[in-house]
């Protein structure tokens, strides 16, 4: 089971992209759990999350983007999961935004 989380604020345009891509992963996936985190909703979950920006998607604990991204690529990265990398440049997200 691939958990995908992710991150919005609201009243911001490339979040509400964001979501539209996750929810249409989320219709055509039955191995994907979806997590939308609104900031606005879950100050505090946010504030412990390591996240400052938004969008911000989040695939398995690792961050895997910040800002508009292709469903294609995520599409992609589900599909070859199992490669050994954990998240875009293979680098895990442990509470420090640096690294990406």
């Known amino acids: 089971m691939n958990i995908v989380e992710l991150y919005i604020a609201r009243n ?13 992963l989320e219709a055509s996936y039955t191995n994907v759990r979806v997590r939308i985190i609104a900031r606005d909703d879950d100050p505090e979950e946010f504030r412990n999350s390591g996240i400052f920006t938004v ?8 961050l895997f983007s ?3 991204f292709e469903l294609a690529d995520l599409r992609h990265f589900l599909r070859h999961r199992d490669n050994g990398r954990n998240g875009r440049n293979g680098k895990s997200r442990t509470g420090s935004s640096s690294g990406i």
């Open 12 to 24: 911001c345009a490339a979040c509400a992209r964001a979501v539209e891509k996750i929810e249409t």
């Open 55 to 62: 969008p911000a998607l989040v695939v398995n604990g690792a």
């Open 66 to 68: 910040y800002g508009d």
